[in-house]
């Protein structure tokens, strides 16, 4: 007897699910896709005991004809693809002709559809890979599909499902990044025979207020960047919205959900100086590019991507995140007293979402405006660098301000006529810890540790980007093992690590010396910061690798340097450090993830003193 065998076809089916089909919601997300590609403008879900009893998705795309339906089940069917020309341009959600047979084959499968010249619909039933016979049903155009008993002839599988709680929220997560990849798609959701969602067609700003909430909103900042084909957009939360889990995070390419390592490390740089390492950035990005540039073909669930030129769509994400950032907005919304929510922002959540206005001065690392003497208090509390103590730094403000003449108004750099920096000017300080100022808007508090600290970590990246990393070598160089790979990426990209300060070379096939490291990182652990940027430098290239270790020790120095709370500053000294923070990039966010500012508007303040009523 042969060792070797040929597997059922229906075998063949259920394992092929396993990897389509882990759970209800996996399903769902393969029915709605579907849909979407029918062309559907409304998409009605109903669920009974979390999906795992059944799964009903009503749609009112173009339909399946009667001599069709049978194929919309067999494995490998699609009418999507049809050639290696096809498959290397996917445009559509689904392409693999899997996704209904791994259904069919772990559950009790009716499908019903009519199209549009159809005098009705017609409908077939499936179970353990057997097909029933076509016959006549009663359905507008469009296709329904229900999944009843979800692994009922697996039941090790079954086995493996969580509660009909747990099953039904990850079902809701999934038609939620559906709905807010295809705003333009009415969707609806129904749960044990209660209506719970309902997201009508509308603005991509409408629903995204719907599925993320208003929280969101207050505190999302709207990006839309292009390069070449390259397009991205969507919100990036700010830090003040950070989670504790990755509970909030939607990345969407050419309108699918994917869970990609090279787009989630290029979001994580580009927040690494403004969140705290134990929290995560809440966003919604979707990122379109040519479909030629990206393989959707990597695993059946269509999650992971891979990217023609990686590195190239890494730095393009990664910058245009970046310098969303680090525009300047409007500030933190001071919280509410009733709720201690963000509030105050003014206008609606939509507009809120919609992004703030750029700032109505220009934007100069260390600038000022030399009529109103705050070039001049900046520019020489600058040229101290950052080896001056806190007070040597606060002494030559101080006097540069003290001489500097009387403040003129300039509508170029205040807030409309007014002349008013947008900070404002210094009232006094709180305990030692705040400043509290008035600008056009109301008052603004200022934590002036953290304010001061995110000043001196921008302007010491300025000072280490301006010359060539300084080396530090080694007196006995540090030897390990390396791999071929680690060894190619060495010997490939000799010259791009010796601009990062590190100098490696190989003293035998398998083995490299770690000979000189930057001067910066001198008392680093030279094997693991070798092994680190090797690997970096491999999968992301070299532009990245060293910065996040060199921007950790500086953020180290900037935060053992800025002036310390309870210490008493002069109101010259409390408007020097409030010119500095209008003329830094990130102002709004401490190097920890934390506001450095707050703003307290006349209407909330009316509203808390109940004014008015």
Partial sequence: MPSIRLLPDLLISQIAAGEVVERPASALKELLENSLDAGATDIRVELEEGGVKLIRVADDGRGIARDDLPLALARHATSKIASLDDLERVASLGFRGEALASIASVARVALASRVADAAHAWRLTAQDGALSAAEPAALARGTVLEARDLFFNTPARRKFLKTPATEYGHCVDALQRVALARPDVAMSLAHNGRAAARYPAQTWQERALAVLGEDFARHARQIDEAAGDARLTGWAGLPAYSRSGRDAQYLFVNGRFVRDKLLSHAVREA??????????PAYC???????????VNVHPAKTEVRFRDAQAVHRFVFHALERALASQGSGHPAPSPSTGEGG???????????????????????????????????????????????????????????TAPSPQPSPTRGEGETGIPPLGYALGQLAGVYILAENARGLVVVDMHAAHERILYERLKASAAARQMAMQPLL???????????????????????????????????????????AMLKDADAERLAREILKEIAEYGASQAVEARRNELLATLACHGAVRAHRRLALPEMNALLRDMEQTLRADQCNHGRPTWFQLTMQDLDRMFMRGK
């Fill in 271 to 280: 927040y690494r100086d403004i969140l705290h390492a134990s929290r995560h």
């Fill in 285 to 295: 990005l979707f990122l379109e590019l040519d479909p030629a540039r990206v393989d």
């Fill in 344 to 402: 105050g922002g003014g206008g609606s959540q939509e507009a809120r979402l919609a992004g703030a206005p750029p700032p109505p001065y220009p934007l100069s690392p260390y600038g000022g405006s030399p009529a109103r003497g705050e070039g001049r208090a900046t520019q020489a509390a600058f040229a101290l660098g950052h080896a001056a103590e806190p007070a040597a730094y606060y002494a030559v403000v101080a006097e540069a301000l003290a």
């Fill in 476 to 518: 006995v160089p540090v030897v390990f093992a390396a791999g071929a790979k680690e060894t190619a990426a060495a010997e490939e990209h000799r010259e791009a690590l010796l601009e990062l300060g590190l100098e490696l070379a190989p003293v035998s096939p398998t083995h490299l010396a770690v000979r000189a490291l930057p």
